[in-house]
């Protein structure tokens, strides 16, 4: 198969505007050096959008000779593209969409590159420090809203799901955008792309112009690219901090059927809301999909109360094949996280009392070593041994999907997970579940081939 | 079958503003005396967005205690509603689409009334007075854009049509918003919202504020609901002043597969494009639909050449299954017509050049007896002819859905249409065709029956 | 002296944007036929701007072969000029503010002609027929603004004072600023350009758009060119409904001291406050100057109360040198209107509710027959009394200024004025003040010969 | 003399609204340590517009009880002002241009400290390290406009000016003003606040919003209290980083007549662009008054060739009483600057390729030895002259006006100047010609006492 390519060279839409000489030195030189790989990687998922593949491999295979260069011109910088994807393209014109994501992509990796990583003002060791270093990319970004009132809603779920849960999510973000929420998610297809489109329809009835907010990271944007619709994209630099960016930016999430990556973000949330420092701060979380997913929920729901407790299901509740329902509940959540931020005085487009434990925020590289060290044990804290799930799920999709997963899997075989047998057991039901669901991978996968094997122990870790 | 009502008092969104005295007066007393039917059935209909009805009158009886009044409070004017459909709110507040819809129908009502009917300045008798009344209903409802290039594209086509052709009529409106071009529709469901939703999302994508323009008339705004979406309502007083709102107002015309209102639509701009006082005016018109509905523009191409003559043809493209081409030429045809303007410091917002006959502006009240005495000869001139054949469409459009024409016909039997053997077989095999393919009215009707019979002669008219 | 001259071809900046077929040709008409004296009488004043003439002839004079067209060029109409005054270029190029106006004037002369004089729906032999005329005309020009507050206040005082008052009523100007009022002047120098002067430093400190509404007429714009600051300029037809947008549109009147003109104003706000029909309408008036000018204020204030009455004074205060306290007043005032007109539902663009009688409305011109039948008698009504001595000084400033009062008085000798001797003296004396302290005419002139003589009677009429 | 004040809580405008914890942290402890005698001390500056003083302490000294502090409350951050100056507030209320330039300093002190001064990034030891915290300090501010022509136009000239200086002041910013064109000044009273008035009253003339744009410092701001009018107000650290900020950001420097301040720009201006590197780089340069400062301007020009050689004066023009010239030389001016910029890709909002040599970048603290070691011989390259100058210059204006200048002379004596005679004699006419023209103190002050002696030797250092 042929994949049509196109030159072509553009300017950014009033962002990067006022640069120091110094700046524009480093942009040009995202172009070269160690930079190079992860801009052009990141640049080249947002360029083949409407295309989506669950291996960036073999996206990067598949235009070997896509170029994208920075370069100075008369007041401002460019980007000079060659070989790009053509579908990207209306009548040799660019997308606008696509223009401001590629700039959105130059901006984060540079950004975090030389303000965060190389800048001794940032302690990337301290809570505190990451989360600092989690708010300045998001205001570098310029995605926050200080003069709104709270109205963001992130929609989590898979990003390869059958039809009626797609038309599901679009029905669920008509009912959020008729009562003027704005829209974050992964931004990819399927759940991450519905909500937004169904936003903007509800958006445009009511005549506003709304939020849509994608936040990826490199390791997942070749598999999730951004839809157009996203206007305002930012690139975290590992999943643990876009996660982050996820609750600390959201005031409400609503998570529909997905796989192994969803199942990631909700035991980060639970793990979140369960901590006991949070024990006072609202935080609106939904489960739904129409009425096929009631099984699918069922099995979540099983998963959560027999690993963490029933005293989990306090923090969400389950929803099925009812939009407006969501669409209302969410709204008054959200007005109870106002009235909350209100009588705190704290900030409206940060969520800044939320305690984020380090367990969730040190980035987790998935190994065989860190798989098989994880603490899968009823003897945790609830919210800790979330903790560890969350790393688990997240071993799992690198291990599926990512290039670094599949190549260790390759060489070293499977992924080993320890624990409970009252903590694995359920974590194998869950998966074949999922396996037999067809929620591992992207349907053109024929079948699934698992990258991990549970070793239970009867005996539990004294607490 | 019950359906919800509900009380509200709403303000106009920065309409209506700036009034006399005599101006407010003359609103308030639209909730009583002669014009208040017209009001209450125009504004429930835009109340019943949602739940398309193919007869008018089942709507009234539905919502019989249905009540709407203009009053006066601090600082303006505002609507009282009265047990209106439920539908339309969201946690009991206006959709505010639905709310601008409202006062677009109670601007226009007015308008027409007061500032056209009842001005001497107007002569209704004259094509330019005619002409003028269609700018000046068009300017006081603030749709025209004076700045921009020529970017509206009517979108014609039936209001019930199956999901392959309606989900076409999106993948062109998505092709004509990635392009910056605006619609404008007749503003009800299938081929009229399709490329409005289409669209929205394409202009999401190049980051556009589109305009979504609907231009209705009292007649069919009750089957023909204006969708939300559409940002621009303008009530036209009949049909033939909405007809040539539309192409004075349209850059390029795009034709979906549709029932008898389709064919008259046809017609009509056929009819003005083949008069030879136009000839040097461009105007791109394309009729396009899905493969399935490559049979349906073959019979309409048919029925063109045998009553029009082949030269027809040079005025119509016919494009099957290919949204993004469809796309293309439209924008090539857009900007030739800007060319064309410019060339002739001609306005871009509105084709005053174009001659319009007067056989196509006078309203053509459908009654056994005007429709007996059509002239459906060849010895016409084509654009004559295509006169004629458009009231036999508009006629027969009117016994099947509108309350006078099928009182009519129960009362008097049958329409009778006279003319030429070789202009009527071809009417008759085309409405048979409508009739099979069930274009002649909504689906939900469970058979058709013809409201009309076609009496043929073998001597044409001397020409 | 020789006057630059320059050619100039220019279009209007968002003005007369959507505009019919037949009105783009009325305003080609303005070029020609009887309206063109008119138009370029008017254009070259605003085009005179910075170079006062108290005498409209010499402005003729002076640039007899200033020529201006109406053409339409591709996207709408332009103006072109032939022997402009230069000064109000820069580098060749217009000043914005006075390519404004000049297509104020354009808009209103042919909006005036067409629209409201030869429209039978407006009956200028009705009071009602005038006020709604005189709301079109300025709804027209778009100078109301119906979602903001009341806050426009009027300016009235003479075009030529000296020194120390022009710089006190740039104080009361940036104290009304500082207070986000805005500014309405018959738009000439002296008085009327301090308030805005200072008006547009205080909005400049407090961060406002502000508004400076210039009111003009033809008979009085050759002699009060509008400084370009005024960003909205409206040309009424006659000196009676300048005179009823004044006080519709101002929210309060601040008098500085002057000198015919603005004595014949004095005269119409307080006869129409002292009308039994308004006294509960609040409407703050407020006469001020700085020291020099408060035996001036005695003066008007001794008129007034010996002429209309002592009941007169609790229409107005007298404050001087205190332009803080003016603000202050001023400010209280205006937020007593907002209160009135809310609690009565009234609109706060347009003064609906108050009476203006017709001897107000009517316009008066002043002939040596007219003059003569003025009804200066004690045994009218005071508010009719005012309506009378408002038409006398009317016709003393045409006698002074105004081309047709000139040659009237060259023709027939002086006006005669009838009266009782207890108006009839105190107006001698007031006008033998004005003669004495120059304010009878721009100071250029010499001397001042009197146009008028007072033929007083000892006999008053029964009351 | 008793001085009103008053107590206030006031809000930021739109400015400091999405912030960190950290900043937040910080803006509450610029209310408290180190900060906060300096962010008192400009605060009150700021709070003291209009009533000008020449001597800092005087300021501090009458109002003793003045607070300022920082809290934090819902919704952001807020300043509480206890006894302030109570000319600042109208009926109670702020001048907003007056709470905006309090945040202004709010935000300048603390970003300088942390970000700049305590930021191990910015190097401050070399010459682009300090150019990248000028940017930095001036982006932070928000002052740069990157969509826009060059435009902006440095005034620079005396605080206390007789009154036709001043009105020829406001005559020349009038006239830039109507060419479109921004003003920056040092945002005091005299010459740096008539061209801002001027161009206010020209701007709204063209229907523009203009900048107006103090640049101050804290050892300055007390005697040069921003006029209101200046809508972007920026606190640059020291003296050098001040005038950096003036040449890097303005397109055209427009010199009026001053004192040793004056004087002191001059030379600097002056050394940088007779800097060999600079050769190319047009900038221009023009000294103007009114006919009476014909003589001044003479005196400067011989000064000029004297000690910087006749080559100097190719780099600037002298205008006498002719502001329409010197709009019309800058706008050329301003028109060059931007096609050299365009051509050499380089920003329009900050003159990147300037070089300033070092000599007038390091902070030059006058003290004893400091002005005693200056190099003020022909010996060095003419640029380099004129940095030892400017520093003599900045010395004396030290001694003359700022609190540890007139300290250390009390206490130590004048200050002594070395060099040779043919430097030294034409800056003791200078010098003299300022005591005798009242140019070196406000006129309040009664006599001048010289805070220097100029120690001249015969033979001048071998070049």
């Known amino acids: 198969m042929q994949h049509n390519v196109l ?13 120091s000489r ?20 990141c640049s080249l998922a947002v ?4 295309d989506y593949l669950d291996d960036g491999r073999e996206l990067l295979e598949r235009y070997k000779t896509f170029d994208i260069r920075v370069i100075q011109e008369e007041r401002g910088i460019k980007l000079d593209l060659r070989n790009a994807p ?6 040799g014109q660019m997308i606008r969409g696509i223009n401001e994501h590629l700039f959105s992509v130059l901006r984060d990796v540079v950004y975090t590159d030389d303000a965060i990583n190389n800048n001794p003002r940032f302690d990337l060791n301290t809570s505190d420090g990451i989360t600092n270093a989690v ?4 205001r570098n970004a310029g995605i926050m809203r200080p003069l709104t009132n709270p109205r963001m809603v992130v929609c989590w779920g898979g990003h390869s799901i059958p039809p009626d849960e797609y038309d599901y999510s679009k029905d669920v973000g008509h009912q959020l955008g008729l009562r003027n929420l704005d829209i974050c998610t992964g931004c990819g297809p399927g759940a991450m792309k519905g909500p937004m489109k169904g936003a903007a329809i509800g958006h445009a009835k009511q005549r506003i112009k709304g939020q849509y907010l994608g936040i990826s990271e490199p390791g997942i944007i070749a598999s999730e690219s951004p839809n157009p619709i996203v206007n305002d994209l930012v690139i975290m630099p590992d999943i643990e901090k876009r996660l982050e960016a996820f609750v600390r930016t959201g005031h409400a999430i609503v998570v529909f059927p997905g796989g192994v990556g969803t199942a990631e973000e909700i035991l980060y949330i639970l793990g979140i809301l369960m901590d006991p420092e949070n024990s006072r701060i609202p935080f609106p979380l939904i489960f739904t999909g129409p009425a096929s997913a009631a099984g699918y929920f069922e099995m979540i729901d099983q998963f959560i109360t027999d690993t963490l407790g029933l005293v989990a299901r306090q923090f969400y509740r389950v929803v099925i ?7 209302r509940l969410v709204q008054e959540g959200v007005e109870e996280v106002r009235l909350f931020r209100k009588k705190t005085d704290d900030a409206y487009y940060f969520n800044w009392q939320l305690k984020i434990h380090s367990l969730f925020q040190q980035p987790f590289i998935p190994t065989h070593e860190s798989m098989r060290s994880l603490d899968l044990h009823k003897g945790n804290a609830p919210h800790l041994l979330a903790a560890h799930l969350r790393r688990a799920f997240s071993g799992i999709v690198a291990g599926n999907v990512k290039e670094s997963g599949i190549l260790a899997i390759e060489e070293k075989g499977l992924f080993e997970l320890h624990g409970d047998v009252s903590v694995l057991k359920p974590l194998d ?32 870790q004294n607490s």
Chains 1, 2, 3, 4 share one sequence.
């Open 7 to 19: 030159d072509a060279r553009i300017s950014p839409y009033g962002s990067l505007d006022v640069l």
């Open 22 to 41: 110094l700046e524009v030195g480093k942009l040009l030189s995202a172009s070269q050096g160690n930079l190079y790989p992860l801009f052009r990687s």
């Open 47 to 50: 360029l083949n959008y409407g």
């Open 86 to 91: 053509a579908s990207v393209f209306v009548d």
């Open 135 to 138: 708010f300045h990319i998001l």
């Open 321 to 327: 094949d009812d939009a407006e329902t969501v669409g």
């Open 429 to 460: 039901t869950l998966l074949t579940a999922f396996v037999e669901q067809q929620r591992m991978k992207l349907p053109t996968a024929t079948t699934y081939t698992p990258c991990y094997k549970l070793l239970s122990q009867e005996n539990t």
